[in-house]
């Protein structure tokens, strides 16, 4: 069985400022990690994944995040955020096998002050 | 990079009448497609898998007979809640997995009056 967490439900950052979102999983196998952001009554976008190789994994809007096995963690920065970085973010894992299904934490809201 | 589209983005129906929603995978081949459910300041809850040609796997808890699912094709799944109540009232979103990527739908936001 798989399972993530996000711990907290609410970041609020200023503009400028660093953006850290932690998530942690559990998986009795190498699992895929993946980080979705959803916009207010819209769906989910892929910010960035990882699957094999490096660890440290560059996405969309800036964001990266790294794979760290021994602290199972996929924590999500960005250096610098911006207003428009402002929205749900969900980390999931899934198995590696084909048809697998994503098991999602319970997200996490992000603010950004001017 | 993929794409996965729903259709309609809003729907509202009366009460006892049944209304479908459409996803597609506009530029791959999906043989499995998930459907979630999302409620207010939540996170998405799987309701269950579709695969192309066979029946749906289905959550405990989710009553197959009310959320019925189709894949006809390869690109297309349905979803038909049947006998839609004001608690259906939901936004729903797909999801196709293409290679080791799962990309997600706009979501079908459902009121049932």
């Known amino acids: 069985a798989q399972s993530v967490t996000q711990l907290g439900s609410h970041v609020s950052v200023s503009e400028g400022a660093l953006v850290l979102l932690r998530c942690n999983y559990s998986?009795?196998?190498?699992?895929?990690l993946f980080w979705y952001v959803q916009y207010p009554n819209q769906g989910l976008q892929l910010l960035l994944k990882?699957?094999?190789?490096?660890?440290l994994v560059k996405g969309i809007n800036g964001f990266e995040a790294e794979f760290k096995k021994s602290e199972t963690s996929f924590h999500l920065t960005k250096p610098s955020a911006h207003m428009s970085d402002a929205a749900e973010y969900f980390c999931?894992?899934?198995?590696?096998?084909?048809?697998?299904?994503?098991?999602f934490g319970k997200g996490i809201t992000l603010s950004v002050r001017p | 990079g993929a794409v996965v589209s729903q259709h309609p983005s809003r729907v509202i129906c009366k009460s006892g009448t049944s209304v479908k929603i459409e996803c597609r995978s506009l530029?791959?081949?999906?043989?499995?497609m998930f459907w979630y459910r999302q409620f207010p300041k939540q996170s998405l809850m799987l309701m269950a898998t579709?695969?192309?040609?066979?029946?749906?796997?289905?959550e405990q808890g989710v009553e197959k007979d009310k959320f019925l699912i189709n894949h006809a094709s390869l690109t297309l799944s349905t979803l038909t809640v049947t006998s839609a109540h004001p608690e259906d009232s939901s936004f729903y979103i797909c999801?196709?997995?293409?290679?080791?990527?799962?990309?997600f739908g706009e979501g079908s936001w459902l009121t049932v009056v």
């Open positions: 999801s196709a997995r293409n290679g080791n990527t799962i990309y």
């Open positions: 998986s009795s196998v190498p699992p895929y």
């Open positions: 990882y699957t094999t190789g490096a660890t």
């Open positions: 999931a894992v899934s198995p590696t096998g084909a048809n697998s299904k994503l098991t």
């Open positions: 530029d791959f081949q999906a043989t499995t």
């Open positions: 579709s695969n192309e040609g066979s029946k749906a796997t289905y």
